[in-house]
């Protein structure tokens, strides 16, 4: 049986994500699996690569041959390079942390002053305090008209 390790996509039609997965030659792309073996999301910018490289260099050690993208992302990983005793490649680029959503926004309030924020609440205290007053004019004429 010829083992190959190539890339099982899922996703939706304009957002395609793989999974790096060790199956027969004979399989259909999509087909079912030996085991999966990494992750591989292109649309992310940079790319997610993940691979479990214990699991790769074994099957490499037995004779899987990769498909043309896998072995691109082998090379990229430095599994292939381990594989064939040659040094590795420069690490892959790691997306930035996201920031804070929380931090961000009580950074905003303390620049902004705590005085504007006590006037923004005095308005909306005033607003609500018309508008009481408004519905209460507007029911008491309604109630001496039917005396």
């Known amino acids: 049986m010829a083992v190959k390790i190539k890339l099982k996509r899922l996703g939706k039609i304009r957002s395609p994500h793989y999974r790096i997965v060790v199956a027969d030659s004979r399989t259909r792309r999509d087909g079912r699996a030996i085991e999966e ?13 993940e691979v479990n490289s214990e699991r790769a260099q074994y099957w490499l050690s037995v004779g899987a041959q990769p498909t043309e993208p896998v072995l691109a992302i082998l090379k990229l990983t430095g599994d292939w390079q381990a594989h064939k005793g040659l040094p590795a490649p420069a690490p892959l680029l790691q997306p ?22 006590g006037e923004a609440i005095t308005q909306k205290a005033k607003k609500s305090d018309k508008k009481a007053d408004e519905a209460a004019d507007a029911a008491a004429p309604a109630e001496s008209t039917e005396a």
């Open 96 to 117: 930035e942390p996201k920031a804070d959503k929380r931090a961000l926004f009580e950074a905003l309030a303390k620049d902004t002053g705590e005085e504007s924020k």
């Open 37 to 49: 073996i990494g992750l591989y999301h292109p649309v992310q910018n940079p790319s997610r690569i």
